[in-house]
């Protein structure tokens, strides 16, 4: 008997002998150094590993596949501008080992359904285009061109373009998403959620309100120069670990950090550069100088606590905001004071659950520094009030004029390599008129400025099976989404699953009736078209676009690069139809960068530029001081605090990832800087809430979540007991995002709330 969908999806409940340890209190070091060659040597031969190390993020060479922290404009180190997790990204991406028809011919779609994400992952680089047909158990092989026309046949058979999804990766590069969205939009649909869906889409919604643009204001060097660097809601030392060496760059330069975060993490308590001989030595820099153990979605709270005692002292003795930026650039203060006033400071400071002492430092901290910068990730942004969580931070800024100066500004720091880049050239399911009107003028056909769908509302058009075609140009689909059984059904759905990858994952297990798998150049591989060598671009995590050129041969002569996978299915969908030269834009990609640069504001003299080795900065009118909001000004903003409490049984829960993860990928089984070896189902809880349950050290549980009178469960989890705030716990994803309801998200963004689950816990 064949698994369902929803069983493809869930990972599997494998006993593992659960090992822990004390948390350490240093990061990389020799440690990450040992723990990322182990990983390139095991997985890659050693010449590419040493190619690649020497390539990543230099000017030149290729963009890391993992974050997207930005590199430095000036010199770059000459023994490699790569961390722990970037070279295990690439071991991922460049392993030595290919998978095709003879692997599948091998295994089933069910049997594969039943190894662990790690184990799907590390079967092999995808080497040819394979084809699920309706009924069947196993992938076969297919020419391109049949699968480009059984794509376009699909899609032709719609009643409406609007039953089609096109999904979108962080991992995507500027010129291959441009021309996805154009082909999108062409053919007929705003159809385009992406993975900023999921993560900083209330980053973006809060910033475009409150400071007339959707992004960070900062640079690199602002890092450098800030007299205070507030890092909340945020794990560095696993997700961006090149952030360590800018953030004690601001420490050799007298300035303070302070870590806001549920969980004390290990980067930033302590960081051994493993580029400093001298630091190796004598066992690295202290990076955080208060570390504030906030209850999960207590941030609101804790600002606002921090708020009151600013406005007290600047009504005491003045001096303390910043008069002349607030009356010369911000609008509704006095509206924004009126609301504070009506909070309580002791109420605000117990909902935070931070002790005064602790809350004291921070405010002594705030109250005396001028160049303030606020970084922050999920912790803030997947929760129903995540928008709120920005523009609070937003607030504190404007109040000491922390905005558009040197050392200061906002730092949302994004997780995908070009997850900001896609956005600015157009992947947005709610694209402004703007834009749309330049792609009218252009290419000569009118876009729909019909909203499309997030990804929210893509799994519910797929379940109501409103949307028959369900395209994905990277990523992992099933494994990044909330809701995991609703959503699995929802793929089960579609007639037709088409996923965009460079290597296995769960999504191509989770089906339509028919599916399809694309295997891609990786960012490590050069990219040969008819003009020749090809290069890319991306933007970072500070608006910086770069070239990226692939070093290594391709591992297959049957992978395509993305931009000739959209090039070929927007050729074989829209045919004589189209207005565009598809094919023209595959053979050579200064093409499409020529088009960016007349639809997308800010690409002047884009191919030219580009050969700058360190890239080119786009406009940030938050930066100047220019902000495009409705007012002309910045405008505080006026939000609530959270209201909801926990039953007597219930714990707050946020999904987190390991330190043998990036994303939806699993590297390994261990964590190391938190303690745990050899499994992922381990759920963290306070020892006092432990004891208060009668449970002990390693204690198999179950988890479950109620919302809207649903009840969603998840099965052996190993309890251990962890410095987390009391009424809270964490689990790794995706192993939990079957308790994340697909209903609980952001307000405005629609974020899944992915860090704030009400579960109980089941003791078996």
């Known amino acids: 008997m064949s698994l369902s969908a929803e069983e493809k999806a869930l990972t599997p409940e494998e006993s593992k002998t659960l090992k822990t340890t004390k948390p350490p209190v240093n990061s990389v070091g020799f440690g990450g150094i040992v723990a990322a060659f182990k990983q390139t040597s095991k997985y890659m ?13 230099q000017k030149g060479g290729f963009d890391c596949p993992g974050c997207a922290w930005p590199d430095p404009d000036d010199d770059r180190s000459s023994l490699g501008e790569f961390c ?21 011919k ?5 049997s594969l359904a039943t190894w662990s994400d790690f184990e799907i992952g590390k079967s092999g680089r995808l080497a040819e285009p394979m084809f699920l047909a309706e009924g069947a158990t196993h992938y076969q092989s297919i020419s391109w061109e049949d699968a480009f026309n059984k794509v376009g046949a699909h899609l032709n058979a719609l009643d409406s373009p609007d039953e089609a999804v096109f999904y979108t990766s962080g991992r995507t590069t500027n010129e291959a998403a441009f021309l996805y969205q154009l082909f999108v939009r062409e053919f007929g649909t705003s159809n385009l959620p992406d993975c900023s869906n999921m993560c900083h889409e209330a980053s973006g919604s809060a910033l475009s309100e409150t400071l007339g643009i959707g992004k960070g204001s900062v640079t690199l060097d602002d890092l450098y120069k800030a007299e205070l660097v507030l890092v909340v809601g945020q794990n560095p030392g696993t997700n961006h670990p090149r952030m360590l060496t800018a953030l004690e760059k601001c420490k050799n330069n007298r300035g303070k950090v302070v870590a806001i975060n549920p969980l004390p993490e290990a980067g930033l308590v302590r960081f051994t550069n493993p580029q400093n001989p001298i630091k190796l030595l004598t066992g690295g820099t202290q990076i955080a100088d208060v570390f504030v153990p906030i209850t999960i979605n207590g941030d609101v709270a804790f600002f606002k606590a921090i708020l009151l005692k600013l406005l007290q002292a600047e009504e005491s003795q003045g001096g303390v905001f910043d008069r002349e930026f607030i009356n010369e650039f911000t609008h509704g203060y006095d509206a924004f004071i009126a609301d504070l006033k009506t909070y309580n400071f002791e109420a605000c400071l117990a909902a935070s659950g931070v002790s005064l002492d602790i809350f004291n430092q921070v405010f002594d901290l705030v109250l005396n520094k001028k160049k303030i910068i606020i970084c922050w990730a999920m912790g803030l942004t997947q929760h129903e009030n995540a928008v709120d969580n920005i523009r609070e931070v937003v607030n504190l800024l404007l109040l000491k004029g922390s905005i558009g100066k040197e050392g200061a500004g906002t730092c949302p720091v994004r997780g995908h390599s070009n997850v900001q880049g896609d956005r600015t050239v157009g992947i947005f399911e709610a694209a402004p008129q ?3 009107d330049k792609i009218e003028d252009k290419y000569g056909f009118k876009p729909s400025a019909k909203h499309g769908y997030s990804v929210i509302e893509a799994i519910k058009a797929m379940y109501e099976k409103k949307a028959k075609v369900f395209f994905g140009l990277g990523g992992n689909f099933i494994s990044a989404v909330p809701d995991t059984l609703y959503s699995a059904k929802a793929l089960e759905n579609c007639n037709l699953t088409v996923h965009v990858s460079t290597k296995l994952n769960r999504s191509h297990l989770v089906t339509g009736k028919e599916a399809l798998i694309f295997p891609c150049l990786g960012h490590t591989e050069k990219d040969y078209q008819k003009s020749g060598l090809q290069i890319q671009s991306v933007e970072n995590s500070m608006g910086v676009v770069s070239s990226t050129k692939g070093v290594l041969e391709p591992c297959s002569k049957d992978l395509l690069s993305e931009v000739a996978v959209v090039c070929g299915i927007a050729n074989a969908t829209l045919k004589e139809r189209s207005k565009i030269n598809w094919l023209a834009y595959k053979d050579d990609y200064t093409l499409v960068r020529n088009d960016i640069e007349e639809v997308v504001s800010g690409f002047d003299s884009y191919n030219k530029r580009l050969n700058n080795p360190s890239g080119f900065y786009l406009p940030n009118g938050a930066r100047v001081r220019k902000f495009n909001t409705s007012t002309g000004k910045a405008n505080f903003s006026i939000n609530k605090m959270p209201d909801w409490k926990l039953k007597h049984d219930e714990l707050v829960m946020m999904t987190i990832r390991s330190h043998d993860q990036f994303n939806t990928t699993i590297y390994g089984l261990d964590d190391r800087y938190r303690g745990v070896f050899n499994d992922r189902r381990v759920v963290f809880m306070n020892r006092e809430d432990m004891q208060e349950r009668g449970l002990t050290e390693h204690q198999v549980v179950n988890l479950k979540s109620e919302f809207n ?19 809270c716990c964490a689990t790794y994803f995706p192993e939990t995002n079957v308790l994340v309801p697909l209903d609980s998200f952001a307000h405005t963004a629609k974020t899944p709330a992915s860090k704030s689950i009400r579960v109980t816990i089941e003791i078996l």
């Open 45 to 57: 031969n050693l010449k590419d590993t040493f190619v690649l190390a020497r390539k990543m993020n």
């Open 84 to 104: 722990e997790n970037g070279l295990k990204a690439i071991a991922e991406e460049a392993q030595n080992k290919t998978i095709g028809a003879d692997f599948f």
């Open 106 to 110: 091998k295994h089933s779609v069910d």
């Open 434 to 436: 703007a834009f749309l």
């Open 709 to 727: 009178g649903i009840t969603r469960k998840v099965r052996s989890f190993k309890v251990v007991g962890y410095d987390i705030p009391k009424n």
